[in-house]
C-alpha cells in the first residue's frame, strides 16, 4: 500500500519562507502525479500544487508567483517551497500522490501557521 510522509510545517511569520517535504512509498506500482492540498477550519479542502512525471505542473491562482513545486530525483519525493506567506495561508497541508492505476493517498496533514 501507498504510504506519505509529510514533514516541513511549522510557525513562520508574514513574508516568511517554509518548505515543505513529502516522500511516498508504493511497492510495485508507479506513482504519476503528486501535489499538495490544504485545508483551513471551516473551509474545503483546495488545490494547493501539483506535479506530474510528465513534469507539467498545476498551481492555485492563490499562490501562482509564491509557491514552487518540485519533484526529488531518484526517489517519490516532492517539495513544495513556499516564499512571502501570507496569513490566508494558514492551514493543514495534505500530500496527495495519485497513481492513475489504482487511485489517490492521501497523507495525514502537516499543520502551516502564519502569523498576524
Known amino acids: 500500500q501507498v504510504q506519505l510522509v509529510e514533514s516541513g510545517g511549522g510557525l513562520v511569520q508574514p513574508g516568511g519562507s517554509l518548505k515543505l517535504s513529502c516522500a511516498a512509498s508504493?511497492?510495485?506500482?508507479?506513482?504519476?502525479?503528486m501535489g499538495w492540498y490544504r485545508q483551513a477550519p471551516g473551509k474545503q479542502r483546495e488545490l494547493v500544487a501539483m506535479?506530474?512525471?510528465?513534469?507539467?505542473?498545476n498551481y492555485a491562482d492563490s499562490v501562482k508567483g509564491r509557491f514552487t513545486i518540485s519533484r526529488a530525483s531518484a526517489v517519490n519525493t516532492v517539495l513544495l517551497q513556499m516564499n512571502s506567506l501570507k496569513p490566508e495561508d494558514t492551514a493543514v497541508y495534505y500530500c496527495?500522490?495519485?497513481?492513475?492505476?489504482?487511485?489517490?493517498?492521501w497523507g495525514k496533514g502537516t499543520p502551516v501557521t502564519v502569523s498576524s
Open positions: 496527495k500522490a495519485v497513481s492513475y492505476a489504482r487511485g489517490a493517498y
Open positions: 506535479t506530474t512525471l510528465r513534469g507539467t505542473t
Open positions: 508504493s511497492s510495485i506500482f508507479s506513482i504519476d502525479a
